[in-house]
């Protein structure tokens, strides 16, 4: 009744190294952002470092603080394409450095992924005014807009004036 074992495995075996070999054609990882190693935040050394040794050292940052222009952030993150064409998010790191006001660093603080904190979207709807018609606008708003005269509005074709409204009979 059943095929031969050996038969059997060796079609399981095939299927298996078969669906292995699927893994190389995945898209490589994609480093999004301005990734600092650990060997350029030795280099930084708080209270003496300056924000001219910081973008010589690791470049502009990739975004200020919104309402703190001494706070910089650097962010990068690790990205693969996941099924569906999706991205999905491997690795995050965050690099914030504070300033102070004479441009000297204060301090360096290094956050993950794991420190992130869930955002819930809000699912409303901001309503705007004059959208939305009501029964009786629907029903009455289009009552003098056609032309009965047959040609177009703008157009001077026979019985009709270069505005679109019907010349008066003589």
Not at 159 to 170: F, H
């Amino acid at each position: 009744m059943w095929p031969n074992p050996r038969l059997l495995r060796s079609g399981v075996l095939a299927c298996t190294l078969l669906l292995a070999g699927c893994s190389w054609l995945a898209p490589p990882p994609v480093l999004r952002g301005n990734k600092v190693s650990a060997d350029q935040l030795k280099e930084l050394v708080p209270g003496t470092s300056t924000r001219a040794d910081v973008t010589a050292l690791i470049g502009s940052p990739t975004a200020h603080a919104t309402f703190d222009d001494n706070t910089w952030l650097y962010i990068s993150e690790l990205t693969q394409i996941r099924v569906g064409r999706t991205l999905g998010e491997t690795d995050q790191h965050v690099i914030v450095m504070t300033f102070n006001d004479q441009g000297v660093l204060q301090d360096i603080q290094t956050r993950t992924k794991e420190d992130a904190l869930p955002v819930t979207m809000v699912a409303r709807t901001t309503p705007s005014p004059g959208t939305e018609a009501n029964f009786f606008q629907q029903l009455l708003g289009n009552i003098g807009r056609f032309n009965t005269g047959g040609a177009s509005p703008g157009s001077a074709g026979a019985g009709g004036s270069a505005g679109g409204a019907p010349s008066a009979a003589r």
